[in-house]
């Protein structure tokens, strides 16, 4: 079901508010099979992920064995249910000019990974109440040679990790994490 919407709406998420700038279709996951009673919503997800602007996942509690992967440039992605992984890492990041809020995501592994999108990841908003993670809570990566994350805003309000809480890791040559 896609509605297009403009303004300021309340989509299931108690006293918050998200301030919708421009038009957008909001695409509900569970309205294509993203379910509670699902033992995994990988594959559902991604499909929705890789092919919409914008997608939100309502409140209830939703069980992932891979990485949600959130790899489309100037997307909104609303996770507002609770994420819970046995996948690396939760979720993994690849773009430029999205916006991604996540109210709760726990990892038996790992949390969010962010990464270089092959040239630089850049112009994002990140907004993650908790990242509960076993091993790493939030890492930005670069593995690519001459690429980068950068001028990304993140707004975090807690962490809670096993190992390492925010992971940087620049791997070859001409990488940068910076602006941020």
């Not at 993203?34 to 602007?53: F, G, H, I, Q, Y």
Request: hydrophobic content about 40%.
């Amino acid at each position: 079901m896609d509605i297009t919407v403009s303004g300021i709406y309340n989509i299931s998420s108690g006293n918050k508010k998200f301030n919708v700038i421009d038009t957008h279709n909001f695409v509900f996951a569970t309205d294509y099979g993203v379910s509670e009673t699902n033992d995994d919503n990988s594959d559902k997800l991604n499909e929705l992920l890789a092919n919409n602007d914008c997608v939100v996942l309502p409140m209830g509690t939703y069980k992932f064995n891979k990485p949600i992967e959130i790899f489309r440039s100037v997307a909104t992605v609303i996770l507002i249910g609770t994420i819970q992984s046995t996948a690396d890492w939760a979720i993994k990041i690849k773009g430029v000019a999205q916006n991604v809020s996540a109210r709760i995501v726990k990892g038996t592994n790992n949390g969010i990974q962010i990464l270089d999108g092959n040239v630089a990841s850049g112009g994002s908003v990140f907004s993650f109440d908790l990242i509960d993670a076993s091993k790493i809570g939030l890492e930005l990566n670069c593995s690519h040679e001459n690429s980068g994350i950068q001028a990304c805003n993140f707004y975090l309000n807690r962490i809670s990790y096993g190992t390492i809480g925010i992971h940087f890791i620049c791997s070859s040559n001409g990488n940068w994490i910076n602006q941020n």
